[in-house]
T-cell receptor, first 112, second 111 residues
Framework: DAKTTQPTSMDCAEGRAANLPCNHS???????VYWYRQIHSQGPQYIIH???NNETNEMASLIITEDRKSSTLILPHATLRDTAVYYC?????????????FGTGTRLKVLA | SQTIHQWPATLVQPVGSPLSLECTVE??????LYWYRQAAGRGLQLLFY??????ISSEVPQNLSASRPQDRQFILSSKKLLLSDSGFYLC??????????FGNGTRLTVT
């Protein structure tokens, strides 16, 4: 079972920041939060990940709350090409192996 | 650089027929390999993962099986397909502590 919950869908105006929330209230201390996105009929694309600290890369920023029970992915200036399904994932360690359990994600629609 | 290949891209098979989907990774060695399935309008479901040759872990009971005959080859199979096996099948790889990298998937329609 997925360890994350996300809103089913969101809209964002082109050029504005898109803030995608995720709840992971049962996360354990050594479990990372990962974000992926999937454009229709393609494989998911890695965006960013983090453990405790906020992270930023060329695609997005990840804000993790101090208690680590939730996080927010920020796309600073959304474009039409950012329309996709965004998955928030907790990476679980099982028998020494990392497993990535996907939920149903948030369908982000960027509006012109 | 590392690349992951899946084939075929699309497949239409009759109920009761066998299935073989192949995934290969290039440019790396000893990867962790994963098979996911995505039903229409749904999220990704982890089916199998492998940490080495001949080592397969199954996540859910189903009509499918997986094998890893070589270090960088991961095969998803079925002896007799069911209608419910239709979906988008994705292969992925990583090394521990690195993100998953996905292939472009195989869209399977069982008729």
């Amino acid at each position: 079972d997925a360890k994350t919950t996300q809103p089913t869908s969101m809209d964002c105006a082109e050029g504005r920041a898109a803030n995608l929330p995720c709840n992971h209230s049962t996360i354990s201390g050594n479990e990372y939060v990962y974000w992926y996105r999937q454009i229709h009929s393609q494989g998911p694309q890695y965006i960013i990940h983090g453990l405790k600290n906020n992270e930023t890369n060329e695609m997005a920023s990840l804000i993790i709350t101090e208690d680590r029970k939730s996080s927010t992915l920020i796309l600073p200036h959304a474009t039409l090409r950012d329309t996709a399904v965004y998955y928030c994932i907790v990476r679980v360690v099982t028998s020494g192996t990392y497993k990535y359990i996907f939920g149903t994600g948030t369908r982000l629609k960027v509006l012109a | 650089s590392q690349t992951i290949h899946q084939w075929p891209a699309t497949l239409v098979q009759p109920v009761g027929s066998p299935l073989s989907l192949e995934c290969t990774v290039e440019g790396t060695s000893n990867p962790n390999l994963y098979w996911y399935r995505q039903a229409a309008g749904r999220g990704l479901q982890l089916l199998f993962y492998s940490v080495g040759i001949g080592q397969i872990s199954s996540e859910v009971p189903q009509n499918l099986s997986a094998s890893r005959p070589q270090d960088r080859q991961f095969i998803l199979s079925s002896k007799k397909l069911l209608l419910s096996d239709s979906g988008f099948y994705l292969c992925a790889w990583n090394h521990n502590n690195s993100p998953l990298h996905f292939g472009n998937g195989t869209r399977l329609t069982v008729t």
